[in-house]
């Protein structure tokens, strides 16, 4: 099967933390680069954080860089993204993808990616 599913979303305090998992498809685990977006209304999709499947190197966006971490789990074929010190502006849909063309970030190439189907993030203030 080939699919990808995330989960973790929820409503949290600003300050609070969240962690959202996204677990591949045996197909789809190990493409070059795997990473997380986010998009609210109106808003373009933003990449928030990427990790190279091979080397493990990643990427953060500024705009969470000292906030989120990302990481992987190759037993468990899963990708994760730690959220913490939440601000309200966090607050979107947020998509997990893979992809075998990256950005210059290492972000899975949006028209090439394989997307889950989102989670929601609400930060109240």
């Known amino acids: 099967q080939v699919s990808q599913s995330d989960s973790g979303g929820g409503l949290v305090q600003a300050g609070g933390s969240l962690n959202l998992t996204c677990t591949y498809s045996d197909f789809l685990y190990g493409q070059y680069c795997m990473g997380w977006y986010r998009q609210t209304p109106g808003a373009e999709r933003e990449g928030v954080a990427a990790?190279?499947?091979?080397?493990?190197?990643?990427y953060i966006a500024d705009s969470v860089k000292g906030r989120f971490t990302v990481s992987r789990d190759n037993s468990e074929m899963t990708l994760r993204l730690q959220m913490n010190r939440l601000k309200p502006e966090d607050t979107a849909i947020y998509y997990c993808?893979?992809?075998?063309?990256?950005?210059?970030?290492?972000?899975?190439?949006?028209?090439?990616?394989?997307w889950s189907q989102g989670t929601q993030v609400t930060v109240s203030s």
């Open positions: 990790i190279y499947a091979t080397s493990g190197r990643t």
């Open positions: 993808a893979s992809a075998t063309k990256c950005t210059w970030e290492g972000l899975p190439t949006p028209q090439y990616a394989s």
